[in-house]
Structures are given as structure tokens and as C-alpha cells.
């Protein structure tokens, strides 16, 4: 494989039985990444439940629970490479708790396929599921218009289709929107060009996934490093006086020499140096692990971050987020819960709940002020101390948090701050 | 100017360095699970890495089953020297001397489900609130929706049903005494991508990774080496053969395959063309189409 080969991590959308699971199946199998064994292990369960052929769909229908059901009922991984890049797929389930496992699988993403029926155009569904990738901020979405062999393989089906996705995309925040008419279950379009579409002068859907351009969807300005830990040698250790502070670079560019300020305390210094195993680097940028030495003693712990002194981010212990509520126990008015918010860890409480989205009709609702599971709202929390936060839309990682509740440790929902 | 992308192999190293910092700061008294394979080298090379030039700051356990390649064992004591962490070692021979489990009989008879029980003690006894593992989601079906953080009851138990969600690269490890984690920090790699990073970083390996002649006899589709465990079958017959072996477990379960792959980049090679998973070979998983899902619950790597 070619030393630059980029690593692309994508989630699938769509309503039950739009096909997401034969998509995903094909896509292994046509890259020839699906060995042997599972395909027959496949082969054999195809042939017990009375399949005829292969049903790749079987590919991913994992755990025990939902081979019985067949059904889907959490995210899965998957991993593929092609001799361009290395794919990651966060395979969701399309049924209940479809908000809240789309929205886990979406927030790690570079891309969101959104799967429609060609036979029914886009439904309430595809609404649905182009929103949370816009509230993800995915970068890219791929629109896949599916079961093309269903309508004879018709241009005017696809186009229907595309004109019906604008009408409504037009008020969403997706930057990049494409279309390719598939058929999952015949491989039309899919990773080989459909024989069947001569209308269709795009590429297929993995020619599309090898070569989007996805370097630029990480945040190269705003220079943040959230600090994890302190790493200081043993006393008996030839290192012993080296003090690095580890972390990941979640955006910008940091370079020795830099003028820092290290948050929230506000003293200043500048970097030594920016090291990994292998010795001093000249540049560290997202998302790298290193570890950060300054130029001066300053007290710095997890919980901190390290930004240039010239580019903050707001300290604020008010904070706007379009909140998404993950747990089967619903909202409690005025409980603390833990908040997690890069390696910071608070209290907060829900001050108010401003509305409600209703995620079949997209509006507002103003009135309910609990939140149940897969509710998606816009809530004001304050914290017990301030967070050094970036809008979402800048930033996914300084822009994101998790709520935990401190009676059974769960995480119950998730964030992006606006 | 130079290029602000890193290429996937920098990725994921970066991702599981990420993780490994975060249980470090997150649990008071984490170990890497050591078994001696590949995997469990490669989170250890990690480790070495997230935390330098500090010394990995926690230990190393290993659950032994007594059925090792005398390789293993060399292998993981000559590590522990040069990193000069703790060795805590967890044995599944003292687990059925105390009458805490009891021997499988007959010639399939393995240990690998005893091991449950020893690990489970060994991390209770050490008070061990997150053991660090090398699954990777690509292995099997069951690890497919393995969380980084993946949270385990107080009885040790797994409940895939009711896992954390997990968003972004927030990990909630947060957990009641008695309950403890286990942390996948290469997750999201492949067995090529293990590999190429093996390959690509010069990490030192057992020699039974190589192509190397060895004793074999054949059965369920694979080499099983000949040991002092090993029972054999009337029309079985014990042959030299140059194998190696793709996973390392027992001794007396894993099966090499006919090779003459005798270097890392032939083996890089060899795997890319591989038409099996690695753990086709390893009659463990074969006993049933989710013999891994029910292994894991109960508590199993
Ligand atoms: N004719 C046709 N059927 C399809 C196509 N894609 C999927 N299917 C069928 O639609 C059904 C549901 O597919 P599945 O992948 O399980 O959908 P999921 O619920 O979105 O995962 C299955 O019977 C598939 O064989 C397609 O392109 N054409
Ligand atoms: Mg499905």
C-alpha cells in the first residue's frame, strides 16, 4: 500500500430494508475484502434461512440477538482498503434507537451515505437522516439512489429523486452533496460502473469514497491542545527531569518556538519542544499525538488546554448546545451531571431546554421540557467551571461534549455547542 | 509546504496512543493483557511509545494457560527485561490445582475457556480497574461493535446489548468499585494494517510467526504442532513441516499453515493474498457460529 494512502471513515444511512446492510455487503465482497470462511459461514446461513444465493446482508448482521432477529441493533465497524485508502464504516441500525446510534456513528465521519428507495423517493426518513448529518457536521454526503433495477434503471426515477433531496437540503448546513444511482443488490455503480445507466456520467460509489478530498475538513487554524496527562520520568530515570505534556492535537498547527497560553489558568510561555518516540518534530498538527515541553515551569495538568496565545478559545461556564439525548431514562430537571468536554471534566446542569426538534416534521416544539431518548434539542447548560470551547462547526472535537449521569455513570447524551 | 495529512498508518498509531493516554489518566490501576502474539506486542510498542521517555507506567499481565510455545514465554520475559515494567502473571494451572475450574477431557480438550475464570481472578486480585487488550473489530463479528472503552459488570461481564455509546473521542470510564474496563486501543486495525506497522516499524516478534520446520500433525483443516499435550488420533501422524503461525494462543489449539514466508516483509505479502481470516484457524472459534459473543460475555479477552 502507498505511504500516503489516507485513512476515510464513513457511515451509512437509511430507513429498514433500504438496503444499507446488501450496500455495505457489496462493497466488502467487490473489493474482495470479505474472506473465505465468512463468505461461507454466510453461505451457510443464507441456505438455512431459505436465501437463494449469497444474502450479503448477512455480512453484517453481527451479534447473536440480531441473527435470530435479523435485524441490526447497535453500530458496527467495518474495515476495508482499497489500493488508494483505507475505508472505516460505522454501520447503523435503521430502526428505534436509529437516532442515537446514526448520530454515535456520525461523529467520527468524513462521509455520510444516505441511502434512498428509488421506488419511493425521498421520504420523512431521508429528511431525518440528512439533518443529523448536518447537525454532525459530516463533511460529505453521498446520496445513494438505490433498487434502480426496481425502476428499470429509469434517469427520470434518479432525477425525481435529486430534485425532491435539494428542495429540502437547501435549508440544511451540508456542504457537499452528491448523487450516484445504485443498485446494492446487482453491484451497479457500486465499486464497478453500472452497464445498465449510460445516462450516468459520474463515477461509482467507491471511486467517489477513494478520492473526495478529505485533508481539509480538519480545522488547520485555530492551534488546541487539550492536555491528557503529564508524562515525568521516574526519579531513578536518565530522563528525569523531562516534563512533556501529552495530548492530541485537535486543530492547528503547533511549531517550537510558539507563544502559548496555557488555559484556563492564562499564564504564557512558548514550546521547547514538540516530541514523539521517534525524537523533536518541526510541526505538529491534527491529529497527532505528541507531547509538548515549554520553555518555562508552569503548573499544567489534564483538564487544560494549550492554545497560541494570538487565537483563543472562549472560556465560558455558559454554554448553547444541540443536545442529544442517548439514554433510556429521560431528562431530570435541575441534577447535576458530569460533563466531559475534550480531557475537562465538570458538573453542569440543564438550565433551560429552549426547544425541541421533532425529528419527523423538523420543527420546533417549544413546550415539552423533558428530554427522552433520541430527542434532539437545543439546551443551555452551565458548568461549575468555565470550558475552553469552540462552536462545533469549527472545531468537532473542542466543539463537543458528553453528559454523564453520576448515578449510574452512563453516558446519556451528547453535544454540539453552537 | 508540507502536506498536514497523515497517512492511515500514522492515524491509527495516533489514535491508539490517544486511547492508551486516556486510560492511563483515567483509571488508577490499568494492565496490558499480554499474551505474546502480535496484537498484544503491538499495543505493548504503543504503549512504549504514548509514554516516552517514561517507562510504561503500568504492568504487563499475562494469563497463563500452561499450554505455551516455549517461544511465548522467552519472548515475554525477554520484553519485560528491556522495558523494565512488572510482570503479573495470572495461571490457569493454580486455577485448577484450587478447584476453581475443572480440565476439559478428550482430544479437542482446551484451557481457552478456563482462562475466563483466571483472568477474572487475577484481575480482582490485583484490583485491577482496566485491562488493555489487542482485539481488533476486524477479528470477528462479536468484536465488531466493541467499544475503546468497553465497561464490564462487577461480575466481570459483557452485555453488548447495553453497551456506552461512544461519540467522537470522548470515553466515559467512569465505573463503581468492583466493575472494571477493557480497552481496545487498536480497535479500528486491521490484520494487514498490523502488519504493514510491524513491518513498517521493525517491532520484534516471536519466532513463530516465520516460516520454520516444525512437527505438525494435520487436523481440523490446520498444523497442529506436537507437544507434550498433544493426544494423538489412530489414522493421525505426526510430520516435519514448514509452517507458521498466523495468531498465537495454546499450544495445543493453534494451528500454523504451510508457509515458507521466513520475513516480515514475505509475511506482509503472504497475509495481503490470504483468502481465510487468521482466526479460521484457531479451533476455538470454530465450535459454534457465536462461539466468540459467548466467550466474550462471560468475561473472555
Ligand atoms: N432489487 C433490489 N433489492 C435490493 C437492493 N438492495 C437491497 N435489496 C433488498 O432489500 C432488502 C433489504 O436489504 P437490507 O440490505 O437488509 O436493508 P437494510 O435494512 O437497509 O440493511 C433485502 O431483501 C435486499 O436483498 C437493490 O439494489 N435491488
Ligand atoms: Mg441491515
Redesign the pocket.
Known sequence: MIDNNQLLRFT?A?????????????LLYDSKSIFEDQLEAIENTSKKKGHEGV???LF??GLRDEREQ???IDVAYRYFTTPKRKFIIADT??HIQYTRNMVTGASTANAAII?VDARHGVIEQTKRHSFIASLLQIPHVIVCV?????VDFSEDAYNNVINQFEEFSSKMLVKDVRFIP?????G?NVVNRSENMDWYQGAPLLHTLETMHISSDINKVDARFPVQTVIRPQSDDENRDYRGYAGRVEGGIFRPGDEITVMPSGFTSKIKSIDNYSGELKEAFAPMSVSITLEDDIDISRGDMIVRSNNKPKATQDIEVMLCWLNNSPSRPRTKYSIRHTSNDQKAMIKEIVYKIDIETLERNKEDKTLHMNDISKVKIRTTKPLMIDEYRENRTTGSIILIDDTTNETVAAGMIV | MSKYYLNYLDELESEAIFVLREVWAQFDNPVILFSGGKDSILVTHLAKKAFAPAKIPFPLMHVDTGHNFPETIKFRDDIIKELGVQLIVGSVQESIDQGRVAEEKGKNATRNALQITTLLDAIETNKIDCAIGGGRRDEEKARAKERFFSHRDDFGQWDPKNQRPELWNIFNGKHFEGEHFRAFPISNWTEMDVWNYIQRENIAIPSLYFAHEREVVWRQNSWIPNSEFLILEEHEEIVTKKVRFRTLGDITITGGIESDADTLEKIANEVSGMRQTERGNRSDDKRSESAMEDRKRQGYF
Open positions: 451509512t437509511g430507513s429498514v430494508d433500504d438496503g444499507k446492510s446488501t450496500l455495505i455487503g457489496r444474502d450479503l446482508a453484517t448482521d435479523g435485524i441490526t441500525p435503521g441511502l438505490n433498487k434502480m433495477d426496481l445504485i443498485s446494492a443488490l446487482l451497479d
